[in-house]
């Protein structure tokens, strides 16, 4: 489920012709970036959507949704962040969608979980349930806790989130929640500038980079700044313009 109409790569074309979206916006803007120069099937894909269908087949959306109530929306305390941005492949596996090397994703969790902790924060780390290499202890050794079951049942456990990857299967459900987020924004996964205007609605957003020794970087009084303005962005609108298409 990627952020669509903004962040497939020119890969997600290759194997068919024929590419279905969720939304009507979300097609045309597939449309409007699709390079047929860059792929190496002759076939150029037509690019549809579900239109109408896309919200009937968003129960989980909607029910996420529906907790959007005054009551869950109240400023509260933030104690316990949950970052669900890890896939962790054993350097054993390729896919269409853009990864961080193994190596390269613990240096950033280790010391983005540091530095929560720090601040006095309680680390939930979920991983992909599919990761082939866990490392079972990282948040523990941060005073944290490892989360293995689906995010559905343990998304509410957090009272924040810290998103990495846009192109995760949880980010839908974690954009229709209630829960303030922050998404730090490395360069990895380029959004378009609607896209990123309507996550900027939704998420408080922390712009990194990869530095010279391929480490994520950020300004880490930014992030923790980003963690408290995130209470201001709660604007669901991207959920429906990308996986609803209800409006």
Known sequence: ?????????????????????????????????LQPDLLLNDITPEVISLG???????????RVLAGNSPATSMRRPIKAIMYPS?????????????GLPDVV?????????????GWGFEVLHKPHPASVSLPKSLAESFGGRTLTDRFEQVMEQADAFILLNPQSTVTPLLLASP????????GLYPLTSEATALMSR???????????????QVEWDELHSAIDESWNR??????????????
């Open 1 to 33: 489920s990627h952020l669509h109409g903004d962040i497939a790569s020119t890969m997600d074309f290759e194997a068919c012709d024929t590419f279905v979206t969720f939304t009507d916006k979300g097609a045309a803007a597939l449309q409007s970036k």
């Open 52 to 62: 109408a269908k896309a919200s009937e087949r968003g129960p989980d959306l909607h």
């Open 86 to 98: 890890s896939f962790y492949t054993g350097g054993f596996s390729a896919g269409y969608s853009l």
């Open 105 to 117: 994703a613990l240096d950033w969790e280790a010391r983005l979980f540091s530095k929560l902790r």
């Open 179 to 186: 829960k303030p987020t922050v998404y730090v924004e490395a």
């Open 202 to 216: 939704r998420c408080a957003i922390v712009h990194g980079w990869i530095d010279d020794d391929n480490r994520i």
């Open 234 to 247: 709660r604007d669901t609108s991207i959920v429906d313009h990308y996986w609803l298409g209800a409006h």
